[in-house]
Structures are given as C-alpha cells and as structure tokens.
C-alpha cells in the first residue's frame, strides 16, 4: 500500500466536488477503506478479507489527469464493498460510483448503509467464446461468501462495457440458480433470473 498523507484534504474536496456526502467519506476513512496518499495525493479505497485484512486497492487521481488502477498484488476478490448483510446486493463498476448511490440513499432515506454494495473494480468486455466467460471474481466471491444474497442489482454504466458487462454477468447467474436482478433503469433493461 502506498504510504499515507498526514491528511485527507485532497480526497474530501475531490470527492466531495464528485458529490459524495463529506461524513460518508469520513466514516470511510475512520474505517480505513479510504485514504489519500503521500505522493501524488490520491485515493487509494482498500477491500478486505473475511478477517479484516487488506487484500486489495485501488487508486484515483484527484487531480485532472484521472488516472485510476488496481494497486499491485491487489486481490481482486475482496474489492471496495461495505459489510452489510441483506439480500439485495447492489453492483457498481467502481468505488466513486458505489459512494455515490450510498449518498443518494443518505439523501432519500437518511442511512447510507442498508444493504450490501460491491464495487468490482472496473469492467471488461467478455471473452467472444462464451466458454471462457466468467463472472466478475468479486461478485464470484460476495456470492460464495453471502449466500443470504436473493437479487442482485447491476448498476453498471450505460456504456458498451457496461453493457456488455452486464449481460455477461446476466448469463453467469442464470447458471447458479435462484436469484433475481436487474441492470440499473438509465440501461433501459430488467431482467429476472
């Protein structure tokens, strides 16, 4: 992990100027899911392990250049999540967007953290031969880990990887049995799986 900044004044106005709620982002930081780096001054957002130990980053720039990545030796099976157990689980693509839907859930309905939210850490486009596909490892082990989960929502960008993404996943689940789920209403697409 990239050693701390003294400070979280970077990422506050960073995030903050993204819209995300300034005392989510300090109960982040005061659970250690999120700080600002020495060098460079970015996020860093860190998922852990069933024992609470970090297993993985990922960075963002807070500056114009919006370069972003996984840290190495991340494990991508423990990507940015909050541990809340429900049965709906919400899928994002990336930490900011999972922020930001938990501060539109503070502003609709005054809690931030009601149900269980998984960032995957970015998308890709599915292999061509289906054969190869795969559901996203962080998503493979929320479900292995929390077999309460019964739907799960995609809200993955309105994009072609989004897209894609999410129709990959769609094709995934329909193999694991019973669970439901939609693609988020900007994709213009239900399903039930």
Known sequence: MPEKSETNNHIIRYLTGR?????LIDACI????????ELYHNCVFIGHDEKGI???GCYRSTNDLKMMGDLAGSDKRYSFRTNVEGNDLHVFESPIDLLSYMT???????RWLSEPMLSLGGVYKPSGDP?????????QNMLEN??????IHLNLDNDT???AAACNIEDQL????DIAGYISPAQKQFYHF
Not at 19 to 23: A, L, P, R, S, V
Not at 104 to 110: H, S
Not at 146 to 151: A, F, G, L, S
Not at 174 to 177: C, V
Request: aromatic letters at 4%.
């Open 174 to 177: 329909k193999n694991i049995g």
């Open 30 to 37: 005061h659970r250690d899911v999120l700080y600002e780096t």
């Open 54 to 56: 970090a297993r993985y």
């Open 161 to 163: 990887a989004g897209r």
């Open 146 to 151: 929390h077999p309460e989960v019964t739907t």
């Open 104 to 110: 539109l859930m503070k502003i609709k309905t005054g």
């Open 131 to 139: 054969s190869k596909r795969r559901l996203p490892v962080a998503l």
């Open 19 to 23: 819209g995300i709620d300034e005392n």
